[in-house]
């Protein structure tokens, strides 16, 4: 479990692991109702610690609210009530500066990586294993290019942040570097599961397949009842009672005569026969 006191993130069962570090590059606090934005990014860096120390210098003239490690462990480098400097020049949709409207996470990630004759390497010299090599397309791209993975820790971690940043601040939005600022940045680029990440934390959705889903259609029941079985034949066993007329359901995949569909029903239920979760 992970709180915010203060506007500091803190472990409430000490499950978490997080580190207050603060930086002198910030400017002064967002304005009401804000921050209202969370912007991603890569470190670029060679470790948590050496990207916490360098966005707390004075010379890097840069910093964020978070990072988060490899591990999962987190740096906090500022309040979240504090403006930082993460995002640059950059603009979204009407507005300039991002810095004024948002809370940046950094993840320790090299990124972009080297292909030289035997393998994979950071821009710091680095052999990177075989395994943590993504290669990719980025969406600005044109080719596909060889970035760092990031490991499950930083992405469990970064949608809880997301999510009790949501809770506390409304976030509306949540953009990479690169979207906000195409023409400098690539980070965090196509390793990072953004839109999973958004589809999480902004709309809700909790369905571990949603990357994986194409094509998927909708449909609507058209007989008075339609049985829903286990397999794609009519002598296979019922899952549920027959769907009414007018049902809408989700297509997920098609065989032969049969589709394999989720149901989706909205209306209201007596409370006290719900299980809750
Ligand atoms: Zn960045």
């Given at each position: 479990m992970m709180k915010?006191?203060?506007h500091k993130l803190k472990s409430v069962e000490g499950d978490f692991d997080i580190l207050y570090q603060e930086t002198s590059n910030h400017s002064n606090k967002f304005a009401t109702a804000l921050p209202d934005t969370i912007v991603i990014h890569y470190t670029a860096g060679s470790s948590l610690q050496s990207s916490a120390d360098w966005l707390c210098n004075h010379d890097a003239q840069a910093s964020a609210h978070i990072i988060v490690g490899k591990k999962g462990k987190i740096i906090q480098l500022a309040a979240f009530d504090t403006i930082t400097w993460h995002a640059g020049i950059s603009q979204w949709n009407e507005?300039?500066?991002l810095n004024k409207f948002s809370i940046g996470i950094e993840i320790d990630n090299a990124g972009l990586l080297e292909k030289r004759a035997d393998g994979y390497y950071t821009h710091f010299g680095e052999k990177v294993k075989e395994s943590n090599v993504v290669i990719a397309k980025h969406k600005f791209d044109q080719e596909e290019k060889a970035w760092e993975a990031f490991t499950q820790e930083q992405i469990k971690v970064v949608?809880?942040?997301c999510f009790i940043l949501k809770e506390q601040y409304n976030i509306i939005e949540i953009v990479g570097h690169d979207d906000i600022a195409p023409?400098?940045?690539?980070d965090p680029g196509p390793a990072w599961p953004l839109r999973k990440l958004?589809?999480?934390i902004l709309y809700g959705r909790k369905d571990d397949n949603s990357d994986q889903i194409t094509n998927l259609s909708k449909g609507i029941v058209t007989a008075d009842?339609?049985?829903i079985r286990s397999k794609p034949s009519a002598q296979s066993s019922k899952v549920t009672d027959p769907i009414p007329k007018g049902t809408k359901l989700k297509i997920l995949e098609t065989k032969g005569d049969w589709s394999y569909v989720k149901v989706e029903?909205?209306?209201w239920v007596s409370k006290k026969w719900l299980k809750t979760f």
């Open positions: 915010i006191e203060n507005r300039k500066n949608e809880k942040i023409e400098r940045k690539r958004k589809e999480t009842y339609l049985n029903i909205e209306g």
